[in-house]
């Protein structure tokens, strides 16, 4: 079974930048298309970007411009370079698969966004 861990969060300033990884160990992380999904208090868990298996991006209305997904196959590990954030993006964030179902869910990491 697989497992996720993301790491990677912390408090930053409005407009700064964070780089959130998620090692992947158990599964058949190269096969999977993956995503990264947030959950801001209050409110549903989103998917903001997702990855293909062959490390085609695309992004959330939302995020498109300021985040960039990608991945390593050979590291097992999906990378999110979040620039220009803002105070809308505070939330906890996740990876997991995506097309087919959840496999368990990380701890996720935290992503404070505040002056």
């Known amino acids: 079974q697989v497992q996720f861990v993301e790491s990677g969060g912390g408090l930053v300033q409005p407009g700064g930048s964070l780089r959130l990884s998620c090692a992947a160990s158990?599964?058949?992380?190269?096969?999977?298309?993956m995503g990264w999904y947030r959950q801001a208090p209050g409110k549903q868990r989103e998917m903001v970007a997702r990855v293909t298996s062959g490390g085609n991006p695309t992004y959330a209305d939302s995020v498109k411009g300021r985040f960039t997904a990608s991945r390593d196959n050979a590291k097992t590990t999906l990378y999110l370079q979040m620039n220009s954030l803002k105070p809308e993006d505070t939330a906890v964030y996740y990876c997991n698969v995506v097309n087919i179902a959840w496999r368990p869910w990380g701890q996720g990491t935290q992503v404070t966004v505040s002056s």
């Open positions: 158990g599964g058949a992380f190269r096969t999977y298309d």
